[in-house]
Structure formats: C-alpha cells, structure tokens
C-alpha cells in the first residue's frame, strides 16, 4: 500500500488524542496518584482535542473531493468509515464540555465533570476501534484482515496516552509513580501485541496467483503487465518493502516506540531531569508514527497478484 | 436480473480492442471524461475501466500464453458498496449493476482497497473514483438498434471473447455458455461472489512439429532465411 502520510497522520494523532481522554477519565474516576488537579486536567483535555484535530484535519487531506466531506456521516449503518467520522465529530461536545466545566467551576472529579470525561473517554475508545475496523474488514489485504489489528490501535493509542500523562505530571511536579507503572504496562503491552501481529502476518496465506487468474493446476507467470508506465493500481498498492529492510525498521522502530519511551519515564522519574519526559513523549509519538508507516507499507493488497505476484 | 460478461479465455487474443473501445465510448459517458496524464510523454498514464493482463500457465514446451482482460465484475457481495461511508459508490437492485455517483463521492479511495479486482480507479482530475459501468448509457438506449445494445467492450471485440447477459437466468446464452464450458469466478475464496465469469482454455490436441516432411520448398526457405540478414 501507498503510505499516505495524511491516514498515517490521522490514525496515530487521534489514536493517541482519544487514548489521553480515556486516560484521563480513569485517572480521574479512581484518582489515581491522587488525580489530575485541574490545571493538569485541562492541560490533557486540551493536549487530547489538538491531538484529535491533527488526525482528523490531516485525514481530510487524503480526499481528491474534500467538498463531498459531509457526506461520510451518512452511511454509518454499512461502512466503518462513516462510524468512525460520526463517533468522532461526537467526542467533540464531550471533551469541550468537560473543559469548558474544568475551567468554570475546577470540577474535576464532581459528577458533572465525571460525566462528561467518562463519556468522551469512552466514545474516543469506541472511536479508535472503528478506525480498527476500518482496516481489519478488507479481506482484500490479509496483514490486515485480523482482529489483531483494531487491538493494536486500542494498545498503541492508550500507551502514547499514558506516556504523555506520566510525563506531563512529571514536568507539571506532581506525584507520578502509579502514572509512570500505566505508561511503562502499556507500553510493554504494545510491544508485545505487535510482536503477535508481527508473528501472525509473518507467513504468507493468502489468496495466490493461480487463484486469482483460475489456473489452479499449474505454475501461472505475468508476461505482460498491459500498460506502458504506472496506473493508478499500481502507484496505490504497488509499494513494497524488502524483508532485510523491513527488519532493520521494525528494529529501530522497536527502539523508538518503546525501549526509549520506557527507560526515558524510568530515568526521569528517579532523577527528575524534565528533559526525559519529554524525550519518552517525542520518541513515542515518532515510533509509533514509524509503526504505523510500517502497517500500511507492509500491506500488500490482492491486486498484486495480478501484476506478477505470486502470493500476497 | 443479473447483468455481467462472460470472457472467454480461450478465444482473447489479447489485442486491447476491448479497452480502447471502452475508453473510447465512456470519456463521453456517465462518468466522463476518462482522465489521461501525461499522454504523449514519457509517464502515460490514465484511467481506465477495462485492463488486459497477460499470463503464462505452465512450464515450456507444455506452456500457453493466456490473455487476459479484467474490468469491473459486478460482484453479488460488493464489498466496495458496503464500505462506502457517502452513499457515491451503488448497486441497482433490479440489474446489479455496480455504479458511482460522481456527484457524491469526496474520493477517499477506501472502495478500491475493498475491490479485489482492481476495478476501480481515481480520476486525479475529477477527483472522484470511477469504473466499469457496463455501458448502461447504451444497453438502456432505446434509440439504437437493438443488437448494438451491448457495452462497447462485447460490439468491439473481433474474437468474439466477450458475451454480455443475464447470468440469474439459466437459458440465456451466458449462462449456457458458463455451464457447458466450465465458467468460473476470480478469487472465488474472498466470498465475492462476482457476476462476470471466465471460460478457461479448451484442451486442443497438439499441433505436430517435429515429424514433419521437409519438403522442397521449405528447405529453400530455410536456406534463404539463413543467408538473408534481418
């Protein structure tokens, strides 16, 4: 697949947004580490929304029609793609809502305010699994035919989430130690959810080059692809990563999403240097960018078959 | 009703009338203008509706050449319908037919992630997605003679290797082409069920080539392509 930097861009940024919001109502409900005070509180709202806004405003920039834009809220009863707009346009009132209440009356975990966070948080969460299965139910593409792969974004999304609000107590001086165990579990989580993925799309299963043309009893070649230069077929799902090559990203991409992320909280926290919480937000934030770059590159639609692939 | 094509693999002679037809008839269709980029220079590209492929099956000498022409399959689950979040992307209840409306689609290409069968491209001009219509602005036309009621595709096609039917009822030809001749679908493990239906090769008794007599006149034409240069 083509790895359209807008869609890399809007999965990323609104995963991490609706996983800061779903954070930030369970830390508020149980208060844990004491709770956000509401200066923090406002801070990660506000954090959430432009982390929201990126995702969504670069995700219009995927459209070759963005006039027609409105229309994508219409058929949320077949297409993931329209409940995920809904759901997101849905979030917004909520999330303002408990900010606006925040800043008014600093009721950070008052019923009104618990409210109004549970229900953002929670409709963040049913947002990132609608982007899950924006990919997951095209069975045109096996890497992402799974339902590993909403369980990833849910994973990814909460651990970028957790990262920011441990770093954000950290350079705000307040009590972080439970925040800093959320990050470092969730983060561990991700890492090993997308090593299952990893594991799990490792193998080829897919339909094959004899399926696709029929001759199921013998060798099948491409002689001729038909046209002169590229297509749009192939400029959309031509692209192609070696293996070696994927490995040595996957590798570095380990490093940034997660080793870094992790020893960045565990030092900032012993020592309080501010500058590794905002190391472990910035590498976490790029790894997990370069995880999702990896996701679509890696995806290799049925179409190529059909373009001389023998098996996707 | 259920309307489609039925390509026969053993009579596609791979000349690409076919696409040019199409592209000829529907750059002034319904979904018109089929954009070019580049035309005359040295990226062409462009939209199409209707691709041939080329394939070789099995392994020298017991190998063929298969030639293959693609375009949009009308599938019976079209998975390119149900993922359209504006409603552009359609298909007609009473002919199956899989259609765009220009006017509604924002071109977010998720419908051709869902098409297994590349049968839908974006106009990079229009910026909308566009596809085979099955000439439906010319089997609908009741101003035309009633045998050029037919997408452009199947009247082009000098080797007769396209037929268009109804393939929901058993006794048209299409049907009993697809029964006799052993039709089948494309990637029939993806459940989408396609409409269009491809006829594989017939098994020929091999033509002989090594126990031929070498008469008179053929060794004079070996010896003349020997001495005369190219």
């Given at each position: 697949m083509h790895p359209a930097l807008a869609v890399i861009f809007l999965t990323l940024f609104s995963g991490g947004g609706f996983g800061i919001m779903a954070l930030t109502a369970i830390i508020n409900d149980f208060q844990i580490d004491g709770g956000l005070n509401p200066l923090q509180t406002m801070v990660a709202v506000i954090l959430s929304l432009v982390f929201v806004s990126i995702g969504m405003l670069s995700s219009t920039a995927?459209?070759?029609?963005?006039?027609?834009?409105?229309?994508?809220?219409?058929?949320w009863r077949t297409s993931w793609l329209a409940r995920e707009g809904v759901f997101a346009v849905l979030y917004y009132p909520f999330a303002l809502a408990y900010l606006v209440w925040v800043f008014f009356t600093a009721g950070t975990q008052d019923a009104v305010g618990l409210i109004l966070v549970n229900l953002a948080g929670l409709i963040g969460l049913i947002t990132i699994f609608c982007q899950g299965m924006i990919y997951a139910v095209l069975r045109t593409i096996r890497q992402w035919n799974t339902a590993l792969v909403p369980a990833n974004f849910y994973v990814m999304g909460l651990a970028i989430g957790a990262t920011i609000l441990a770093a954000e107590r950290m350079i705000m001086g307040a009590p972080a130690l439970t925040l800093v165990g959320i990050a470092l579990g969730l983060l561990v989580a991700a890492a090993v959810m997308k090593g299952i993925y990893y594991f799990w799309i490792g193998r080829p299963n897919g339909p094959t080059i004899r399926t696709a043309t029929g001759f199921n009893r013998s060798t099948v070649r491409i002689l001729e692809q038909g046209h002169t230069f590229g297509t749009f077929l192939t400029e959309e799902f031509g692209h192609t990563l070696p293996s070696a090559k994927a490995r040595s990203i996957k590798f570095m991409m380990y490093i940034f999403a997660f080793i870094i992320p992790v020893a960045a909280l565990v030092i900032g926290f012993l020592t309080g240097q501010l500058f590794f919480a905002w190391l472990a937000i910035v590498s976490v934030v790029f790894g997990i960018g370069v995880e999702r770059w990896l996701f679509f590159v890696e995806a290799q639609h049925v179409i190529n078959l059909y373009h001389g692939r023998q098996q996707c | 009703m259920r309307l489609g094509l039925v390509i026969d693999l053993d009579t596609c002679v791979g000349c690409h009338a076919c696409a040019v037809a199409c592209k000829e008839w529907n750059t002034s269709g319904t979904t018109a203008p089929l954009t070019d980029y580049d035309p005359y220079g040295a990226k062409p590209s462009g939209v199409w509706f209707n691709r041939i492929r080329h394939f070789e099956i099995g392994d020298y000498p017991y190998n063929k050449t298969v030639n293959f022409p693609m375009s949009c399959m009308h599938c019976e689950n079209a998975e390119c319908v149900t993922v359209c979040p504006t409603g552009a992307s359609y298909k007609r209840a009473e002919d199956g037919i899989v259609l765009v409306d220009q006017n509604k689609c924002m071109g977010c290409n998720y419908c051709s992630w869902a098409c297994?069968?590349?049968?839908r491209e974006l106009d990079r001009v229009s910026g909308t997605m566009k596809k085979c219509t099955l000439c439906i602005d010319r089997i609908?036309?009741?101003?035309?003679?009633e045998e050029e009621r037919q997408p452009a595709c199947v009247l082009t096609c000098p080797a007769h290797a396209r037929m268009y039917g109804d393939l929901d009822d058993p006794e048209s030809p299409v049907s009993r082409a697809v029964r006799d001749r052993g039709g089948y679908q494309l990637m029939p493990e993806l459940n989408y069920n396609p409409t269009n239906h491809y006829l594989p090769p017939r098994v020929h008794a091999p033509i002989p080539t090594e126990e031929l007599k070498k008469k008179a006149v053929r060794k004079v034409k070996e010896w003349v392509n020997r001495v005369v240069e190219r």
């Amino acid at each position: 697949m083509h790895p359209a930097l807008a869609v890399i861009f809007l999965t990323l940024f609104s995963g991490g947004g609706f996983g800061i919001m779903a954070l930030t109502a369970i830390i508020n409900d149980f208060q844990i580490d004491g709770g956000l005070n509401p200066l923090q509180t406002m801070v990660a709202v506000i954090l959430s929304l432009v982390f929201v806004s990126i995702g969504m405003l670069s995700s219009t920039a995927h459209l070759a029609n963005p006039k027609n834009a409105w229309r994508a809220f219409t058929r949320w009863r077949t297409s993931w793609l329209a409940r995920e707009g809904v759901f997101a346009v849905l979030y917004y009132p909520f999330a303002l809502a408990y900010l606006v209440w925040v800043f008014f009356t600093a009721g950070t975990q008052d019923a009104v305010g618990l409210i109004l966070v549970n229900l953002a948080g929670l409709i963040g969460l049913i947002t990132i699994f609608c982007q899950g299965m924006i990919y997951a139910v095209l069975r045109t593409i096996r890497q992402w035919n799974t339902a590993l792969v909403p369980a990833n974004f849910y994973v990814m999304g909460l651990a970028i989430g957790a990262t920011i609000l441990a770093a954000e107590r950290m350079i705000m001086g307040a009590p972080a130690l439970t925040l800093v165990g959320i990050a470092l579990g969730l983060l561990v989580a991700a890492a090993v959810m997308k090593g299952i993925y990893y594991f799990w799309i490792g193998r080829p299963n897919g339909p094959t080059i004899r399926t696709a043309t029929g001759f199921n009893r013998s060798t099948v070649r491409i002689l001729e692809q038909g046209h002169t230069f590229g297509t749009f077929l192939t400029e959309e799902f031509g692209h192609t990563l070696p293996s070696a090559k994927a490995r040595s990203i996957k590798f570095m991409m380990y490093i940034f999403a997660f080793i870094i992320p992790v020893a960045a909280l565990v030092i900032g926290f012993l020592t309080g240097q501010l500058f590794f919480a905002w190391l472990a937000i910035v590498s976490v934030v790029f790894g997990i960018g370069v995880e999702r770059w990896l996701f679509f590159v890696e995806a290799q639609h049925v179409i190529n078959l059909y373009h001389g692939r023998q098996q996707c | 009703m259920r309307l489609g094509l039925v390509i026969d693999l053993d009579t596609c002679v791979g000349c690409h009338a076919c696409a040019v037809a199409c592209k000829e008839w529907n750059t002034s269709g319904t979904t018109a203008p089929l954009t070019d980029y580049d035309p005359y220079g040295a990226k062409p590209s462009g939209v199409w509706f209707n691709r041939i492929r080329h394939f070789e099956i099995g392994d020298y000498p017991y190998n063929k050449t298969v030639n293959f022409p693609m375009s949009c399959m009308h599938c019976e689950n079209a998975e390119c319908v149900t993922v359209c979040p504006t409603g552009a992307s359609y298909k007609r209840a009473e002919d199956g037919i899989v259609l765009v409306d220009q006017n509604k689609c924002m071109g977010c290409n998720y419908c051709s992630w869902a098409c297994p069968y590349g049968a839908r491209e974006l106009d990079r001009v229009s910026g909308t997605m566009k596809k085979c219509t099955l000439c439906i602005d010319r089997i609908y036309d009741m101003e035309i003679p009633e045998e050029e009621r037919q997408p452009a595709c199947v009247l082009t096609c000098p080797a007769h290797a396209r037929m268009y039917g109804d393939l929901d009822d058993p006794e048209s030809p299409v049907s009993r082409a697809v029964r006799d001749r052993g039709g089948y679908q494309l990637m029939p493990e993806l459940n989408y069920n396609p409409t269009n239906h491809y006829l594989p090769p017939r098994v020929h008794a091999p033509i002989p080539t090594e126990e031929l007599k070498k008469k008179a006149v053929r060794k004079v034409k070996e010896w003349v392509n020997r001495v005369v240069e190219r």
